[in-house]
């Protein structure tokens, strides 16, 4: 391997590559030749069905994974007969005629990887979170800044039809000032028991890093506003190392043993503008109303909701407002369950998102999910480590090293 991982880009290989590159025709055929670095559950369940569907646009034609089965089943079922298959990424991204790169590690390697990608000329497509610190996020940004190329990061539930009608809704200022908001990600039992999910190292941490951030995504979208000022939170890691707490695990019993991360963590984030958001986040909470991917907006002239999550057998969207006298509740969609994994299919939000994002590149426009978003949310206690119980005072964004960006 050549150079630490992340710091390929340092190289003189790679200076070569780069001035290689700018010879180099990009498209092959009128296609975009895509790479994908990990072939696990997001790329088998999301990105590879979706871009299988559109071929017109683009063909896989490498594929990656340390794990080299992972990589030869892929190749099999989803590449032609010359895809090739890596184990080693900075050899995939060597390859001159690869115009995209797909990220689909573990988070702690989104970085290094998407680092590389850039400095290698490649578009990418990151699956969130895009990091777990701002320093790395940060990284990112430069690497993709100096690249001019297109960089986006795997928000799929921004294409779901009823947050599609409600982000609608807020850019025609119906629900008027937002000013109060919740970020829902709560699983009564809902342990990822595939991956590395609660392996601290390799995944930087746990439900608030994982489905907290789809929640926090779309209640910053909907209320357009990326400018917190101070957050406040508490981190519990109650549940995970019990084993009676195993019982009813939606993806069977975990490890308690091998349970490192936090097992739920509630925060409120305090926006320049006055606003608030209140986030929650659980694989694990003994609790009933527990919703995912989903938002609760306040507004001067009107409130929403958004239901959603492994407990909804539909996705809803509720406004709310007082309207000729009364009080008013209009229900406007029942369109069909959450679609994190389930992402391939045409009209499904993994095929919009991934045809949004091909588009985005053949037509050298903004991708749906942009970068200007990308801002990190929780901050660290300033005392350090992030510990069960509350933090204390607001501590200032930007004082610390933060505990996710998306
Ligand atoms: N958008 C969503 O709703 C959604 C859902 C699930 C997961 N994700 C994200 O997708 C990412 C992957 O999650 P997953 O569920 O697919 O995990 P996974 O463990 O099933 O797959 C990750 C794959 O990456 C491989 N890998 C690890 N390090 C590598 C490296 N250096 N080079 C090449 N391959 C490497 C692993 O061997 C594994 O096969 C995570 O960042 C996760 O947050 C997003």
New binding site residues.
Partial sequence: MDGKQGEFYKTNRYNNLIKSKKEVKIMKNGKLMIGL???????NN?HMPALSKLDEKCEMTAF????EK?AVKAKEKYGDADAKIYTD?HELLEDPEIDVIHV????V??APIVVDAFAAGKHVMC???MSHTASDAKKMVDAWKKSGKKFTI?Y?NRFRPEVQMLYNACQKEELGDIYFAKAHAIRRRGVPT???FPNKKLQGGGPLI?IGT?ALDLTLWMMDNYKPVSVNGSVFYKLGHLQQATEGNKFGSWDPETYEVEDSAFGMVKMENGATIYLEAAWALNVLDAREASTTLCGTKAGAEIRSGMYYDNDELIINRGHNGRLTEEWLSKTGRVA??DGGNRGEPGYEEALQWLDAILNDTEPYQGISAGISVLGKSGRGETRTGAYGNHTPVGAGETEYCI
């Fill in positions: 670095i990990g072939c696990g559950g997001i790329a999301k990656c994974d340390i794990i992972r990424y689909l590690t573990p988070n390697m989104h699956e969130k979170p795997g799929q595939w991956g590395v994982d789809h994190y994994f």
